[in-house]
């Protein structure tokens, strides 16, 4: 099976560096993908990782080490509106659905 | 235009009713998804379509039936909802393998 963990909650200040750690245990999957949501709003994509290392997208990074079982993403230029929750998410190699099975989330609070 | 829609955006109903929460979508995707959001589970998938002929059970499908009316169409019903059934619903679609989804803007649903 699989099982994502990420903290709950992470705070910071605007113009800030801010790292959200997703760690997990899983016999196998495809990649590592980072989701945002607003408040209730709709999840929206922001990276894939297929392979370890680091991807970088503007202010966004996302990085992935197989061999240490962990992953994370880098919010730099910290603003008020990256207020949201953050979702790691992987796609398992085996089971019988092998699906998209997203973390708890971490709710990323940006003060000014 | 949004790409992907979902009806009702919001819905209080009672124990013991049916109802139906709809999809559609326009950005050409076979795949299709229905995920439950509970606050701190993070999404969880119910039900999942690679094409109009392809229906698969995810993690939680108890409960609930689903109906793919079209490339671009994808219900879900609930036969008798119970109150463990008030969620936010999102439907999702993808191309490809599904790491990156695309969502719709949720169902908030309340079964008194």
């Not at chain 1, 699989?2 to 196998?28: K, R």
């Not at chain 2, 008030?86 to 990156?100: K, N, V």
Request: a negative charge.
């Amino acid at each position: 099976g699989q099982s994502l963990e990420q903290p709950s909650e992470v705070t910071a200040v605007e113009g800030a560096i801010v790292q959200i750690n997703c760690t997990y245990q899983t016999s196998g999957f495809y990649g590592l993908s980072w989701y945002q949501q607003h408040d209730g709003g709709a999840p929206t994509f922001l990276s894939y990782n297929g392979l370890d290392g680091l991807e970088e997208t503007g202010r966004f990074s996302s990085f992935l080490s197989r061999s240490d079982s962990y992953g994370y993403l880098l919010l730099q230029e910290l603003q008020m509106k990256d207020s949201a929750s953050y979702f790691c998410a992987v796609r398992p190699l085996s089971g019988s659905a092998r699906q998209l099975t997203f973390g708890s989330g971490t709710q990323l609070t940006v003060l000014p | 235009d949004a790409d992907v829609t979902q009806t009702p955006r919001n819905r209080i109903t009672k124990t013991g009713k049916r109802i139906m929460l709809e999809c559609s979508q326009t950005k050409g995707h076979d795949r299709m998804y229905w995920y439950r959001q509970d606050p701190g589970l993070g999404l969880r998938l119910i039900y999942y379509s690679f094409d109009v002929k392809d229906i698969n059970k995810g993690e939680i499908s108890d409960g609930y039936s689903v109906s793919r009316q079209a490339q671009a169409k994808f219900s879900l019903s609930l036969e008798s909802a119970i109150p463990n059934q008030t969620a936010l619903y999102f439907c999702a679609t993808s191309e490809g393998f599904g790491e990156t989804q695309y969502f719709g803007p949720g169902t908030r649903l309340l079964v008194l």
